[in-house]
């Protein structure tokens, strides 16, 4: 490596590649160590540590070598999706989005899963009882970040995307977890001081094709050693992080019913429903359920809905309703809700349930100005029909209204979907300002451009800057001037950048 390239770095370039490129998507903190992390260990596991960094080194460059770029458009799409995990896929989290990457056509997968709160010392013992192996990958993550570890004739090589140098090289169990607790995780007390248990969730990653027998240690045996009544509720934190404790690590990391009900017998508690909570936003419906048990209530249920519906998790609503025996929403709640998600099937299926039950759909035209964030167009189409099977065709102005919600949501396929129902004078009665102009993916300004939107001469000059054609110095001035007048109406004045005037009216 010839450069400094720390995670901050990588974000900049990152985000400097996508937006060379015009994909509409930017990467940051939240997430990015696990993205960064999980194609590490994809490359890894094949023996292309170097392609790694060789690829990290030409996405600095912006203009990668002709015969690397299909690599680098891979690699860019890969560490995206392990980061994006939910656009692509409702069944899949953080926790799991490995199993999005491939190596020869198949999905990696965890062989082991195993989240704790406890102490450096139990946290050693732990790491030598795993005993990882030369042919595996070990992925750790405590609540707000996630590295990767190879087992080396050195002892423990660490992968932090915050080191600017790569990877380090620890001898044993004592100097690694010394490592994860003060410089890569930075654990700490309540009082924020470094003392204090360490919660963090390990998963172990093979190569698929790699069929070798390997029995790994019994995750609730771990827990028989390691727990008792006094510690079993602990809390961790990190600095910049959350608090979380084991059986909230362990429902986000493990779907697993008999691990979670062997917690609970233990003593574990689930506080204001923390652990439900993140058991729902990692899809983990088996370790729900035992979380849930016997409780009827209500207003928990009503809320584990909301959240599921909101995430688009089909398996967690369905082990809801088993549970419920009913969905205890109004409809116009749980459509909304679903329509947020984006998840057009598990709409179809809220949708059909207050159908079959008689309940009545209502406020389905607030449904689909929700669900156009989301990008799904099949959950905007089964609206829509619905909406105009009840109260007619939606009018010119609601195309309008959508059509205008979608540029400035940056969901391309929605624009296409509206626009071509919005009457030519309405559509040149459009406004953009430069800097929405700016951050609108480059298919929308195009398909506005195609349908006659008219643009200013500044907005013009940024896209064509997306599309990579110099500029004069009077243009670029022109630009920065105009940037800077609709920063002070946008975020001073709070006015939007995205409208259309209103309708001539028609003379009398």
Same mark, same amino acid.
């Given at each position: 490596?010839?450069?400094?390239?720390?995670?901050?770095?990588?974000?900049?370039?990152?985000?400097?590649?996508?937006?060379?490129?015009?994909?509409?998507?930017?990467?940051?903190?939240?997430?990015?160590?696990?993205?960064?992390?999980?194609?590490?260990?994809?490359?890894?596991?094949?023996?292309?540590? !170097?392609?790694?960094?060789?690829?990290?080194?030409?996405?600095?460059?912006?203009?990668?070598?002709?015969?690397?770029?299909?690599?680098?458009?891979?690699?860019?799409?890969?560490?995206?999706?392990?980061?994006?995990?939910?656009?692509?896929?409702?069944?899949?989290?953080?926790?799991?989005?490995?199993?999005?990457?491939?190596?020869?056509?198949?999905?990696?997968?965890?062989?082991?899963?195993?989240?704790?709160?406890?102490?450096?010392?139990?946290?050693?013992?732990?790491?030598?009882?795993?005993?990882?192996?030369?042919?595996?990958?070990?992925?750790?993550?405590?609540?707000?970040?996630?590295?990767?570890?190879?087992?080396?004739?050195?002892?423990?090589?660490?992968?932090?995307?915050?080191?600017?140098?790569?990877?380090?090289?620890?001898?044993?169990?004592?100097?690694?977890?010394?490592?994860?607790?003060?410089?890569?995780?930075?654990?700490?007390?309540?009082?924020?001081?470094?003392?204090?248990?360490?919660?963090?969730?390990?998963?172990?990653?093979?190569?698929?094709?790699?069929?070798?027998?390997?029995?790994?240690?019994?995750?609730?045996?771990?827990?028989?050693?390691?727990?008792?009544?006094?510690?079993?509720?602990?809390?961790?934190?990190?600095?910049?992080?959350?608090?979380?404790?084991?059986?909230?690590?362990?429902?986000?990391?493990?779907?697993?019913?008999?691990?979670?009900?062997?917690?609970?017998?233990?003593?574990? !508690?689930?506080?204001?429903?923390?652990?439900?909570?993140?058991?729902?936003?990692?899809?983990?419906?088996?370790?729900?359920?035992?979380?849930?048990?016997?409780? !009827?209530?209500?207003?928990?249920?009503?809320?584990?809905?909301?959240?599921?519906?909101?995430?688009?998790?089909?398996?967690?609503?369905?082990?809801?309703?088993?549970?419920?025996?009913?969905?205890?929403?109004?409809?116009?709640?749980?459509?909304?809700?679903?329509?947020?998600?984006?998840?057009?099937?598990?709409? $179809?299926?809220?949708?059909?349930?207050?159908?079959?039950?008689?309940?009545?759909?209502?406020?389905?035209?607030?449904?689909?100005? $929700?669900?156009?964030?989301?990008?799904?167009?099949?959950?905007?189409?089964?609206?829509?029909?619905?909406?105009?099977?009840?109260?007619?065709?939606?009018?010119?102005?609601?195309?309008?209204?959508?059509?205008?919600?979608?540029?400035?949501?940056?969901?391309?396929?929605?624009?296409?979907?509206?626009?071509?129902?919005?009457?030519?004078?309405?559509?040149?009665?459009?406004?953009?300002?430069?800097?929405?102009?700016?951050?609108?993916?480059?298919?929308?300004?195009?398909?506005?451009?195609?349908?006659?939107?008219?643009?200013?001469?500044?907005?013009?000059?940024?896209?064509?800057?997306?599309?990579?054609?110099?500029?004069?110095?009077?243009?670029?001035?022109?630009?920065?001037?105009?940037?800077?007048?609709?920063?002070?109406?946008?975020?001073?004045?709070?006015?939007?950048?995205?409208?259309?005037? $209103?309708?001539?009216? !028609?003379?009398?």
């Amino acid at each position: 490596m010839t450069q400094d390239l720390d995670q901050a770095t990588v974000i900049d370039y990152l985000n400097q590649y996508l937006k060379w490129h015009n994909m509409p998507i930017e990467v940051n903190r939240d997430g990015i160590c696990n993205g960064i992390a999980t194609v590490y260990i994809q490359y890894a596991l094949q023996g292309k540590e !170097k392609k790694f960094w060789e690829l990290i080194e030409q996405i600095v460059s912006l203009k990668p070598k002709a015969n690397m770029e299909a690599e680098i458009n891979q690699f860019v799409y890969d560490v995206v999706l392990a980061l994006h995990i939910e656009h692509f896929g409702y069944k899949l989290s953080q926790s799991t989005s490995m199993q999005a990457l491939t190596i020869n056509n198949k999905s990696m997968y965890s062989s082991f899963d195993f989240a704790i709160t406890t102490s450096t010392h139990h946290w050693q013992k732990i790491l030598k009882e795993i005993d990882l192996r030369p042919n595996e990958m070990m992925k750790i993550s405590s609540t707000n970040h996630s590295i990767a570890i190879k087992k080396t004739e050195k002892g423990y090589r660490v992968f932090d995307p915050n080191y600017s140098k790569g990877v380090r090289e620890f001898a044993d169990e004592i100097a690694l977890v010394h490592e994860l607790y003060y410089n890569v995780f930075n654990f700490r007390n309540r009082f924020y001081l470094p003392v204090g248990p360490m919660g963090m969730s390990v998963s172990i990653i093979r190569h698929p094709e790699d069929m070798s027998p390997r029995v790994y240690p019994e995750v609730t045996k771990l827990y028989d050693k390691y727990l008792s009544q006094q510690n079993i509720n602990d809390e961790s934190y990190v600095w910049f992080g959350n608090s979380t404790n084991t059986l909230q690590k362990a429902a986000a990391s493990i779907n697993d019913e008999g691990v979670i009900n062997h917690l609970l017998a233990k003593g574990a !508690k689930d506080n204001n429903w923390k652990a439900a909570a993140v058991a729902i936003a990692n899809n983990n419906h088996k370790s729900l359920r035992a979380l849930i048990g016997n409780n !009827k209530d209500t207003v928990m249920f009503q809320t584990f809905f909301m959240f599921a519906l909101e995430e688009g998790r089909e398996e967690i609503v369905d082990t809801l309703y088993d549970l419920k025996k009913a969905l205890p929403l109004y409809s116009s709640q749980a459509i909304v809700a679903a329509a947020k998600g984006g998840n057009s099937h598990l709409l $179809a299926k809220v949708i059909d349930y207050y159908e079959r039950t008689h309940a009545g759909l209502s406020q389905l035209d607030f449904a689909i100005s $929700a669900a156009i964030p989301s990008g799904s167009v099949e959950s905007v189409k089964l609206l829509v029909s619905k909406y105009e099977q009840a109260s007619g065709a939606l009018t010119a102005e609601q195309h309008l209204n959508y059509l205008l919600k979608a540029i400035r949501c940056n969901q391309p396929y929605m624009v296409s979907y509206f626009i071509k129902n919005v009457p030519p004078k309405r559509l040149k009665q459009i406004h953009i300002s430069t800097r929405s102009a700016e951050h609108t993916h480059l298919f929308i300004t195009e398909e506005l451009e195609k349908h006659h939107v008219p643009m200013t001469n500044n907005a013009k000059a940024v896209i064509a800057q997306k599309r990579h054609i110099p500029l004069d110095y009077m243009s670029q001035l022109g630009i920065y001037l105009a940037k800077f007048t609709d920063f002070i109406r946008e975020v001073i004045l709070q006015q939007d950048g995205v409208y259309a005037n $209103a309708p001539t009216p !028609k003379k009398p």
